[in-house]
């Protein structure tokens, strides 16, 4: 009788053990499922597209006065970006809708920045060219956006999601400038600066995305972004320094053409 009783109770406390862990496990995992308010941030690179990553072929030098140097089509209206690729740094907040197991509302806040690749002077009209100093343009933009989130749990530490978001974004392009000395057959040789002033702008901009997550901490993801379809507005101011003097020109604000930011994000996430 009593080696029956210390079996049965031997058994029990066994029993117990394994029933406690189970539910502390389902516990946690509910506590997990509940929570409503998430928060992340993440960062990334971007790749961009289109004409914003395009250079137009025909650049050329002295002839481009008091038009970006390297950016501007006249002809068919585009502003050509001549962005490199870049890096991305954001915050997340999401809400999970109790009753709708993985959907979820969210609102995102990200600044983009991305660099412009380098260019050459060339020969018009067999004039030389000499380039001096070059300050290039950078791209800046912080789009504030609001979508939803599906996150589909695939086990224990596994899921996949994906989300859309819409809402505004804001443009900023940093001054560019260059500077060189031109030989002209009629005033000889004169030095030119030019400076461009770029005003913001505001655009609809929204964003798709996928990825994976992975211990419910860690999130892997690929998103497209379109963040505008807006004027480049900007004012270009140009002096011209000759062997009879110095005079400027320019001042005025001019419309170089609209420039579409899309671009590819690749993005690491940690989740609070």
Known sequence: MTKNLKKLAAFALVAATMMSATMAQEAQQSSADNKKIE???????????????????????????????KSTSYDDGTYYGDADMGFNLGIKVKYNIPKLKGLGLMATADVFFNTSNDFELKEIDDDDFILHTTEHQCYINVPLMLGVNYNLALGNNFGIWAEAGIGAN??????????????????????VISTWDYQNSIDMAFQVGIGMMIMDKVSLGVHYY?????????????????PIGTYTDGGDLLNY????????????????
């Not at 941030?41 to 006065?65: C, K, Q, S, T």
């Not at 900023?172 to 500077?179: F, P």
């Not at 379109?226 to 000759?242: A, F, P």
Request: proline share 3%.
């Open 257 to 272: 053409g609209k420039l579409n930011s899309s671009m590819f994000v690749f993005r690491l996430g940690y989740h609070f």
């Open 39 to 69: 928060f992340s941030i993440h960062l990334g690179g971007n790749v961009p597209l289109g004409f914003w990553e395009d250079e137009e072929p025909d650049r050329i030098g002295y002839a481009d006065i008091g038009l970006p140097l």
């Open 170 to 191: 804001l443009r900023m392009i940093t001054d560019q400038s260059y500077s060189f000395e031109a030989a002209l057959s009629t005033l000889g040789e004169v030095d």
């Open 226 to 242: 379109n963040l505008g379809n807006s004027d480049v507005m900007g004012i270009c101011d140009t002096k011209y320094i000759t």
